[in-house]
């Protein structure tokens, strides 16, 4: 199984509304990131999970939650957005140490905030 | 962190081979070039990676000079369907969780 699944593929929330983004893989793949891509933009890295602890938060804004509860499942809560974060939200996973860093990404999500 | 650039944008014909080039002046000992394609609505994809010289797959050919100051990524007779967005990054191998940034990325449209 080299695939990483992302759930919704669609969400359309208000900005009062609790949603999350899901993330799962089961290539053993010991990293997992959340990026953000607007359109014809290049992703942006949000977070980044190494071993299941979170290792890098590119600054982001705490509306965005995210939550590692086991090696293979990656979530990404959502609280009171705002219109501009409405964009594709892209998970992947690459391989722990000593391997080649690969990344694999999921389809993403895409969030549309009214 | 490199920072990479790349053209905004290229166009190409069916047959032709496609070469992108990727600038990463300030690159480091420990870091290797990757190249990902991105279809819309899609999620990047893995093409090829590299450290130094040339390597090959089946899908692509990756040039690095001596320097590693830039590279090139080589698409030998391309079709309409390699039409995407191709992005360089440069980051080091072997660590989990590496802070992987993706540069402003290649559109890359094929035509018939």
């Known amino acids: 199984d080299t695939e990483v699944t992302q759930t919704p593929k669609h969400l359309v929330m208000g900005m009062t509304n609790k949603k999350s983004l899901k993330c799962e893989q089961h290539m053993g793949h010991r990293a997992m990131y959340w990026y953000k891509q607007k359109a014809k933009k290049p992703p942006e890295l949000m977070f980044v999970?190494?071993?299941?602890?979170?290792?890098i938060n590119e600054s982001v804004p705490s509306r965005f939650s995210p939550e590692c509860p086991n090696s293979s499942l990656l979530n990404l809560h959502l609280h009171a957005l705002q219109p501009e974060d409405s964009a594709l939200y892209l998970c992947a996973s690459s391989q722990g140490w000593g391997q080649t860093g690969e990344l694999f990404f999921g389809e993403g999500s895409r969030l549309t905030v009214l | 962190l490199a920072k990479t650039t790349q053209p905004i944008s290229m166009d190409s014909y069916e047959g032709q081979e496609v070469n992108i080039t990727c600038s990463h002046n300030n690159i480091a000992t420990n870091d290797y070039i990757t190249w990902y394609q991105q279809f819309p609505s899609q999620g990047p994809r893995f093409i090829i990676q590299?450290?130094?010289t040339k390597v090959t797959n089946e899908v692509a050919s990756l040039f690095i000079p001596a320097d590693r100051k830039s590279s090139t990524l080589s698409l030998p007779r391309v079709s309409l369907s390699d039409t995407a967005v191709y992005y360089c990054l440069v980051g080091p191998q072997g660590a989990a969780g590496n802070k992987l940034t993706f540069g402003g990325g290649t559109r890359v449209l094929v035509k018939p």
């Open positions: 590299g450290y130094k």
């Open positions: 999970y190494s071993y299941e602890k979170l290792s």
